[in-house]
């Protein structure tokens, strides 16, 4: 594959950029478009989806997925009734490594006159790393993968065998994805959600769990989901952590649990999909109030207060369209996330910079400053909150999650959460 | 009253002293031994204990005792059907201010020769500041206090017409405290108990509010508790707070929370006592289960599971013994006081300190070295928990708890924390 003609100066940026893994994106995806027939399946699906071997795949390679992979070959490796080989489907980019980097000076000693360079003398296939140096360079360095993990670029080659498919692609790739996904799909498998996303459809919330079942026209029952309070590099260096894994039916739990636990991953299993992805979503709108109250002072007991009313109305907001079981929210997906989120993620940093700074600073330039290209999530995601709490009337029965839209899209002070923690009902029995 | 001929040394310590208000401990403290009724009731308490107005009154002024103090205080001087006044009784110490300092100086010139001091004429009855100014001097010192609360010493002035008492003494005061409110109290009077404190007895939890019926001889119904994630000078400078009121009967939550709540000290309301007194102990022994983790690096994520794990073990031990309403887990006593005390606490301080430090200093000596003389609880409770873990055979159950224990009771490192939390077991949906 040849690219254009690359100028000296675009050689130069190439190498300053890839200290910090410069990626050309391929376009080696293949989308398979000439594949005619859809699969479709409208039958209810086995317990478990085939006879074993059963087959494991991953799709999407970034930290999370890759982790996941990691954590499945691990199991897979031990367990009888599981293929050893976990494909892990990923864009395949070219990645300019270290290494590469005295490849692609000599490259350019060579092309120099003709001003051509063959792309494969100049970096290396993220594929081609994952394959042979069995570590994931770009999105999860320095962590040494199984070697039963196979990198494959093509989607029919990945999934095409796959009892189950764990969905590992960032959430705005994931209605692409499954329009690939779609053609190579075993009628019987399951598919596990890692999106922590959700969507807003007609004035509801609508987990991604519901997007894929839509999108593949499968059985609702066949889409699990695996959330919790994890930080992809940590799990991936096996620090300590536990999870949640969501399915609807418990044989599928049985099924499946074991090929995710790890004694550094603890998996506490459970029958219900919604409410992990909609805490896993809304839990960084409480996380947003966490950072604006710290940013003005607020000590450990009005951060707890705050903690807890929150929980409260995510939990209220939840149940007003799903029924998720008590327990539910006493899992790692949610209790724990909520913790996590709001002792150490992105989200409570900027909104703290953002109260220390008198709100004069928008979030968008501080996302820009404090957050190296990653983005905000509870600012985003406060917006589509406050549009159904007005459409449904709920802005006095969720006053805290209505309070922070305020704060992060009008121009409301910060300190307004502390009026309206004053004014939150409390939930008093019998009175 | 005459003290005995102080020496010039003594006269020299006590205005060193001073500056952190020595106190000479009053045996001023009325028993009233010559009381000979014991009052007994046995009958039904009414809903609200008599007709209005009604008297609420406070024993005990530490820093806890006098904020809930202010707010009762607060709330009565505007509630029509309550008496204005709050009596706060308390052991009527000899303080020694600043301003006593120049007194103390005149006295010794005058009394040398004699060698005999009045003691009022060296210190302040701690009565006499809160009632003049409106403060309290020692406990809750540059707070001020509403002019509604009137230090009161005599038990049976204090509380022989209140409707309402609040139970504010130190744990360890409990049962002396009560021996005297008994010959004073109101048969319909509800006590409200503020302590954290616990009892084992007979292999079980037995929480304060239960020896408090016992010792008063009066209807379980009559006594409740107010418990939550308070830090007293947070919440006596205002700092927003919540807190949860406990009652077995609807109707006196109906009656009692309006003299509580405030803007900043909001009530939630719950027909149940043993829940918020439990939680209120036994989080202890998660916070220094919390810290031996932290001070041996564990990330948010880790340490959020460990969070979530020590709540659910709190929560099944209790509920062993107890049948707690769901909702009572999420109230400020619970939920965020478990987070508060993760957060901040001297327990999670202090383990932290102890992991840091390889082990190697025991909790007694760090305990004085980083507490300026508070006390540890959680490495206390840790003790009778696993007595009681060992005789019904739930250290397998209850692994956390247990592994906390081996820590601060035995020779296991802090490191085994970790090695526990791999094992143990979770609670998954039909598995």
Known sequence: MKYGRPSRLTAAIAIVLAACHFTWLGSEQDKSESVAAVLTNTSKPRASSSNPPWNAAVVGAGSWGTTVAKMIAMNTAKLKNWENRVNLQLIDEMVVTDEDLYKLKDALVRTNGTGVIEADSVGSRLSKIINTRHVNAKYLPRVPLPTNIVAEPDMQ????????????????????????????????????????????????????????????????????????????????????????????????????????????????????????????????????????????????????????????????IISEFYDVPERVWWESCCFADVITTCLAGRNQHVAEQFARRGGKVSFEMLEAELLNGQRLQGTVTAVPVHDLLVHKRWTKKYPFFEAVYQVVATKAPPGSIFRVLETVPQSDDGL
């Open 157 to 316: 080659v990945a999934i095409g065998d796959a009892d189950v498919i764990v969905l590992g692609v960032p959430d705005q790739f994931v209605k692409s994805s499954l329009s690939v996904i779609k053609h190579f799909l075993k009628p019987s498998a399951r598919i596990i959600v890692l999106s922590k996303g959700m969507e807003f459809e007609n004035n509801a919330l609508v987990p991604v769990s519901e997007v894929v079942t839509r999108e593949l026209g499968i059985d609702g029952d066949q889409v699990c989901v695996l959330i919790g309070a994890n930080i992809a590099i940590e799990v991936a260096v096996e620090k300590f952590s536990e999870s949640t894994l969501g399915c609807r039916r418990t044989e599928d739990l049985a099924w499946l649990k074991p090929i995710f636990e790890q004694p550094f991953f603890r998996i506490g299993a459970v029958t219900n999909v919604e409410g992990p992805q909609l805490c896993g979503a809304l839990k960084n709108v409480i996380a947003i109030g966490k950072g604006l109250i710290a940013g003005q002072g607020a000590s450990a007991n009005t951060i707890s207060a705050l903690m807890r009313i929150g929980m409260k109305e995510m939990r209220g």
